[in-house]
């Protein structure tokens, strides 16, 4: 089935350790998404891709950075992750052909910053 | 610029009973409307959503909503609470296709037996 994978589903890192989470696509999508999630909170946009363009959220911190070397992949690196960076990270897809406006989301990564 | 408001942060009925989840947007132009489920430790599911044409629209696991331009509302029902409807529930909007969602701070919907 055309799908949305995180990987993986549960990260531990240390507090100024820098960490890698992935998101791959099946769906041939040309945006990709990733939100931060925070417990009982609504998803907040880190920043998303039309292709290879990158668009950043004015309220992203620095210590966010990412990566999409091609179509399906794409990757949010934590350079030196905080207590506060502990949080579900959400990655989504959306095509721009027709059904455009949906978002297709993956099951997420549960990121614990000891 | 683009806000959501949900009323009531928990929703607690009994099983079959009616699910009224409330939503209100904010937009300056003709918003694109979506309900999003999320169970524990999961992604965000879609449930529904209304671009254009009829405003009732029916999604999966028997919700729909209805779409009210006067009152700016896109409040989510279901007429039979099952306990698998347990969850949490976003409701967003854009202003077209292409610009990012703007999600609500949710309601955690509790059915009880």
């Known amino acids: 089935d055309a799908m949305v994978i995180q990987n993986p589903r549960y990260q531990v890192t240390q507090f100024g350790k820098p960490v890698t989470l992935s998101c791959s696509q099946t769906l041939n999508h040309n945006v990709m998404y990733w939100y931060q999630q925070k417990s009982s909170q609504a998803p907040k946009l880190l920043f998303h891709y039309y292709d290879k363009d990158f668009n950043n959220e004015a309220d992203t911190p620095d210590n966010f950075q990412s990566r999409r070397p091609n179509t399906s992949f794409c990757f949010l690196d934590i350079r030196s992750p905080g207590l506060g960076d502990a949080a579900m990270y959400l990655c989504?897809?959306?095509?721009?052909?027709?059904?455009?406006?949906?978002?297709?989301f993956g099951p997420g990564t549960r990121l614990l910053v000891l | 610029a683009q806000s959501v408001t949900q009323l009531g942060s928990h929703v607690s009925v009994s099983e079959g009973a009616l699910v009224l989840l409330r939503c209100n947007y904010s937009s300056s132009v003709p918003p694109y409307l979506f309900w999003y489920v999320q169970y524990p430790n999961q992604g965000l599911q879609l449930l529904l959503k209304y671009t254009t044409g009829a405003t009732l629209v029916k999604g999966i696991n028997g919700f729909e909503a209805e779409f009210k331009k006067s009152e700016t509302s896109f409040h989510l029902t279901k007429p039979s609470a099952h306990m698998s409807d347990a969850a949490e529930y976003f409701c967003?909007?854009?202003?077209?296709?292409?610009?990012?969602?703007?999600f609500g701070k949710g309601t955690r919907l509790s059915v009880i037996a």
């Open positions: 989504a897809t959306r095509s721009e052909g027709g059904g455009a406006e949906t978002q297709y």
């Open positions: 967003a909007v854009s202003s077209t296709g292409n610009t990012p969602l703007v």
